[in-house]
């Protein structure tokens, strides 16, 4: 089992920035995947970015080069730090871990609003 907790989110106008974190606590040992996926309302989830425990990543066309997932083994966390966010941005995002199966975070909310 793995349970992950997120932080991070909240309120802020376009063009700004805001960091979320995930860290992972259980078997986390074999977790190969880490990253974040966000649903907006009324649409479905959607990966936005992953890490893997070989070092790769990838992203969403919608979020390349805003968006940079980064991951701290040692601490089981994954970040990611999102830029010049736009309100389409807007949306619940969820941290989830691959080992075997996929594992996921009770979400949090990002609001990109004038």
């Known amino acids: 089992q793995v349970q992950l907790v997120e932080s991070g989110g909240g309120l802020v106008q376009p063009g700004e920035s805001l960091s979320l974190s995930c860290t992972a606590s259980?078997?986390?040992?074999?977790?190969?995947?880490m990253g974040w996926y966000r649903q907006a309302p009324g649409k479905q989830r959607e990966l936005v970015a992953r890490?893997?425990?070989?070092?790769?990543?990838t992203y969403a066309s919608s979020v390349k080069g805003r968006f940079t997932i980064s991951r701290d083994s040692a601490k089981n966390t994954v970040y990611l730090q999102m830029d010049s966010l736009k309100p389409e941005d807007t949306a619940v995002y969820y941290c989830?871990?691959?080992?075997?199966?996929?594992?996921w975070g009770q979400g949090t909310q990002v609001i990109v609003s004038s």
């Open positions: 989830f871990a691959a080992p075997n199966r996929i594992y």
């Open positions: 259980g078997s986390t040992g074999s977790i190969n995947i």
């Open positions: 890490s893997f425990s070989g070092g790769s990543t």
